[in-house]
């Protein structure tokens, strides 16, 4: 008879392995968690292309040039390269959870911000905060970390956090 996938086989004897719960979440539980990381990830594809059909209108409102504002665009994606680093490394030593709370809250903050703000210098900072802050979706836990390198792509960034859930479930 041939082991199942919880047990193995040894001299000839069937040893049963028990399987040890890593979580104290029920099924519904994680579906949920994982349900709002990956509306939280699309929300980093939203922020960076949001604004492009009203560039113009922006910068007119701002009383500035439609360069400047594409510098805002350039700025984003610059730091949205840069603080995953950074804040990985953080999250290695602060903790996931924590890190992950920390960012999506400066995410939001700096979004109240960028729509109070009348300057374009504060619409530069804002938006490289915003970009730091969202980076945080970057330091998902382990489970999936293969296939979250296969769908790093920016359109499938918002699901990734889902089908490896679905995946390691």
Known sequence: MAPSANQTAFNDEEVTIQMEV??????W???????LITLAAWFSTLSSFIYYPVITFVARDLRTTVANINLTVTAYMVVSGIAPALIGDLADQAGRRPTYMITLLVYFCANIGIALQDSFVALLLLRMLQSAGISGDE???????ILRAILSATVAKPLRPFIAYQFDA
């Open 22 to 27: 890593y979580t104290v979440f029920r099924r």
């Open 139 to 145: 330091i998902l836990p382990d489970r999936g970390q």
């Open 29 to 35: 539980e994680k579906v949920y968690i994982v349900s």
